[in-house]
Nanobody, 127 residues
Framework: QVQLVESGGGSVQAGGSLRLSCAGS????????IGWFRQAPGKKREAVAA???????TYADAVKGRFTISQDNAKKTLYLQMNSLRPDDTAKYYC?????????????????????WGQGTQVTVSS
């Protein structure tokens, strides 16, 4: 059973920063793609950033240059550093894993590629 637990959300003013963390269960034998997604009220869940099975990061256009995704394999933790936050970044942020599947390239930003999801952490950015 894969369990993903997000933390680090909160309320900030526009221009501020937050760092999200996602702690996951240990798993050996496969290298999934892992990523961050977000969903605002009344909107569809959308990709934010992901790391493919070769370790290559991919970003949604809306966050390029502002957000950075990284992982600590020893701690089985995924991070999302969010800088220059804007009100339209307000959403619930989820981490996800494609275990046991692997994925690469454009697949990494497709929510349907992911089989395991955390409960989410709320990010609110005020103007």
């Amino acid at each position: 059973q894969v369990q993903l637990v997000e933390s680090g959300g909160g309320s900030v003013q526009a221009g501020g920063s937050l760092r999200l963390s996602c702690a996951g269960s240990r798993y050996t034998g496969s290298t999934p793609c892992i990523g961050w997604f977000r969903q605002a009220p009344g909107k569809k869940r959308e990709a934010v950033a992901a790391i493919d099975s070769d370790g290559t990061p991919t970003y949604a256009d809306a966050v390029k240059g502002r957000f950075t995704i990284s992982q600590d394999n020893a701690k089985k933790t995924l991070y999302l550093q969010m800088n220059s936050l804007r009100p339209d970044d307000t959403a619930k942020y989820y981490c996800a894993s494609s275990l046991p599947a692997r994925c690469w390239g454009a697949e990494t930003l497709r929510p349907l590629q992911y089989n395991h999801w955390g409960q989410g952490t709320q990010v609110t950015v005020s103007s």
